[in-house]
């Protein structure tokens, strides 16, 4: 059987995966599929970094701008919508790139991966919700590491939501980890998987310069405006990063130095995590970009792609 033709372009944030998506789609009659777990909401612009419609350059992008925040989007939802845009694409004549830092999204996809539906226990969850009152966000951290060490290692400490499920998951199959539940199949596309990289001292710079730029652009003027057209702090669109760390200043908890300086630093550690998840994989062609100039680069990918995609 005949495979579909998927190029992955991933990396850490703020690397320049969406310029490198947009000039190769450009040049190789492509259409951008976002890889990322907070661009599919709408109103969310600053915080996610989305790419904007100058920087689109008139190149089709999928998956951005399609949900609401008050829902929440998990990745057996992205799993599910994503397969008939590749082929769509395809059907056209194009190349489906998948451009994207959430790594558990893209292996979802590229690896086919099958979820275990666990159905939700408001009764437990009262009981965490108690125990979280009582001693703390961080006792329910503690509580996922020794439950589901893996599951913890992916999901952030200050994420309730996640972990909540992930603890749910444990208490009602008995002892089965979240991270067990994704089935891992043979990957059903002809896959062209390239990775961005750049030395970490020099893209924690680009971070926090980004970062200085959002809150220019209104970071905390759209939190608020978000907060204040019924979106909920607790909201997944809300506990993302760009946006909790914003919600403490505008309640009056913290000043706006120390806020900004928390995103900083939560931005690098989650690129670090994102490097952590996607250097496992050996598919990786990995690109440095502060190691070659640009041109080189696409050049290089461009000679991968004739290779693999005739």
């Not at 830092?101 to 979820?115: A, C, E, K, N, P």
């Amino acid at each position: 059987m005949l495979m579909d033709n998927l190029l992955v372009i991933i990396g850490p944030t703020a690397v320049g995966k969406s310029k490198l998506g947009v000039e190769i789609a450009r040049k190789h009659y492509g259409e951008i599929i976002s890889g990322d777990s907070m661009q599919v909401y709408k109103e969310c612009n600053i915080g996610t970094a989305k790419v904007s419609i100058d920087e689109m350059q008139g190149i089709p992008h999928h998956l951005i701008d399609v949900i609401d925040p008050r829902e929440d989007f998990s990745v057996a939802r992205f799993k599910e919508m994503v397969p008939p845009i590749i082929s769509d694409i395809h059907k056209r004549g194009k190349l489906p790139c998948l451009v994207g830092g959430t790594g558990l999204y893209v292996q979802s996809l590229i690896d086919d991966y099958g979820f275990t539906d666990v159905q939700r226990s408001d009764i437990y969850r009262g009981e965490l919700e108690l125990v979280m009152q009582e001693k703390g966000e961080r006792v329910l951290f503690e509580m996922l590491q020794v439950q589901d060490p893996e599951s913890a290692i992916k999901i952030h400490p200050n994420d309730t939501k996640r972990i909540m499920r992930a603890l749910e998951v444990y208490h009602l199959t008995d002892g089965k980890k979240l991270s067990s539940l994704a089935h891992k199949k043979e990957s059903p596309y002809n896959l062209l998987y390239i990775g961005l990289n750049m030395e970490r001292s020099k893209l924690y710079q680009i971070i926090n310069q980004r970062v200085d730029i959002m809150i220019q652009k209104g970071l905390v003027e759209e939190v608020r405006f978000l907060l204040n057209n019924g979106i909920s702090e607790t909201s997944n669109a809300m506990q993302g990063i760009g946006y909790k760390e914003i919600i403490p200043y505008i309640k009056g908890e913290i000043g706006l130095e120390e806020c900004v300086e928390t995103l900083k630093m939560n931005t690098r550690r989650f690129a670090k995590r994102q490097l952590t998840w996607f250097r496992r994989d050996p598919r990786i062609q990995w690109f440095h970009v502060d190691e070659m100039d640009w041109s080189t680069i696409v050049e290089k990918i461009d000679v991968l792609i004739a290779g693999k995609f005739n």
